[in-house]
C-alpha cells in the first residue's frame, strides 16, 4: 500500500513513489534494492526542513522505519560504489527515454519514463559535497535532470493539444525557457497528489535490463604467497630474459588449454562491475577493498554458468 503523504511533503512524493515501485517488484536485486533505499533517504533529507506538523513527521518517522528495515539488505557497498551503482541506474533509465524520443516513439509512457529518470537523477545529490556538486558528473546529472523534467512536460503537452510530439535529444539545440525547469510536473499539474502521472494507464515496468547484482558472500583476504625470482647467472648489466609466451598474467595464472567457460550475460556484468569497483578503490588507495571486490568478481566468476 502507497504511503499516504501529506501536502506540506508534496516534494518528496515522487522519490518515495520511485521507491515504492522498484520495492514491487516480484524479483527485487540488490541494484534496485540500494536505489529504492537512496530515494527514500534522499524523501528523508528533503522532507526534514519541511515538516512543520505531526502529521508530516511521523510521516518522515514511517519512512526512517522502512529504510531501518531495508538496511540489512543493502550489501557491502562503499560511498563511492553506492553512486556508481544509483548513477548507472539513473543514467539507464534517461538513455532509455531519450532513445525512444529521438526514434519518434515518444508517448505517455515515454513521459513516465523522463520523468522518473529526473527523480532518480536527483537523489544522487546525496553522495555529493558542495565541491562535488560542481564537479563535471554533478553537472551533468543537473542538466539531464532539468531535461527529463522539460522533456516529460512538453509530450504530455503535445498529446493533450493533440499535436505529434517532435523528436529530440538530449544535447543538441533546443530552446528551454528557465521558467520551465520541472515543468508542469514539479507543479503537479500534470502528475497526481501520489506522485502518478493524470490521464495515463499504468506505466509498463521499468526498462531494467541490466544484469542483478547477486554478489556471492565476502570471502577472506589473504595476501597472496609471495614470488620467488629464479636464480639467475647473468650480471646486472645484463638485458633480462623475455617473458615466457602468454605475457605477464601467464606466469601468474599459468596457461590452459581447456575450452573457454561459457557464462551469462548476468554473470560477466556482474563480474565486470565487481572489478569497476576494485579499480575505484585503487585509486582511493584501499588496497583491502579492492582485493575483497576481486575476490568476489573471481569468486562470481567460479560459481557462475
Known amino acids: 500500500m502507497a504511503l499516504r503523504i501529506p501536502p506540506e511533503l508534496k516534494k518528496i512524493t515522487q522519490y518515495i513513489r520511485r521507491a515504492e515501485e522498484l520495492s514491487k517488484q516480484s524479483k527485487p536485486t540488490a541494484e534496485t534494492i540500494l536505489v529504492a533505499y537512496h530515494c527514500r533517504q534522499h524523501g528523508v533529507q528533503t522532507g526534514i526542513p519541511l515538516a512543520s506538523t505531526a502529521e508530516a513527521k511521523k510521516c518522515l518517522g514511517d519512512i526512517l ?5 531495508h538496511r540489512s539488505k543493502m550489501g557491502d557497498f562503499s560511498k563511492d560504489e553506492k553512486y556508481k551503482i544509483c548513477r548507472d541506474f539513473a543514467i539507464k533509465i534517461f538513455d532509455k527515454a531519450d532513445g525512444d524520443d529521438r526514434a519518434g516513439k515518444s508517448g505517455k509512457a515515454t513521459a513516465r519514463t523522463f520523468y522518473a529518470a ?10 555529493q559535497n558542495e565541491e562535488e556538486m560542481e564537479g563535471e558528473d554533478a553537472v551533468e546529472e543537473q542538466k539531464k535532470s ?8 512538453e509530450i504530455l503537452k ?3 493539444e493533440g499535436r505529434e510530439v517532435k523528436p529530440g535529444g538530449y544535447g543538441e539545440d533546443l530552446e528551454i525557457e528557465e521558467e520551465e525547469e520541472g515543468g ?3 507543479q503537479g499539474l500534470e502528475v497526481a497528489q501520489d506522485g502518478s502521472m493524470r490521464n495515463i494507464s499504468p506505466p509498463p515496468p521499468y526498462p531494467i535490463d541490466s544484469a542483478a547484482f547477486n554478489l556471492p558472500p565476502m570471502a577472506p583476504v589473504h595476501s597472496p604467497p609471495p614470488i620467488q625470482a ?8 645484463e638485458e633480462p630474459a623475455p617473458p615466457p609466451a602468454g605475457g605477464l ?11 573457454p567457460k561459457k557464462y551469462q550475460k548476468s554473470t560477466l556484468s556482474d563480474a565486470k ?6 579499480l575505484m578503490a585503487l585509486d582511493e588507495k584501499d588496497g583491502t577493498l579492492a582485493a575483497e571486490r576481486l575476490r568476489q568478481a573471481l569468486e562470481c566468476l567460479n560459481h557462475g554458468v
Not at 529526473?118 to 553522495?127: E, G, K, M, N, V
Not at 532539468?146 to 512536460?153: D, E, G, M, S
Not at 629464479?230 to 648489466?237: F, K, N
Open 230 to 237: 629464479a636464480p639467475s647467472d647473468s650480471s646486472d648489466d
Open 249 to 259: 598474467m601467464s606466469s601468474f595464472f599459468g596457461t590452459s588449454s581447456r575450452a
Open 118 to 127: 529526473a527523480s532518480f537523477l536527483d537523489i544522487l545529490t546525496q553522495f
Open 273 to 278: 562491475e565487481l572489478t569497476t569497483f576494485a
Open 65 to 69: 522505519t522502512t529504510l531501518e528495515e
Open 158 to 160: 503535445a498529446i493533450k
Open 146 to 153: 532539468f531535461y527529463a523534467k522539460w522533456k516529460a512536460t
Open 184 to 186: 508542469n510536473v514539479e
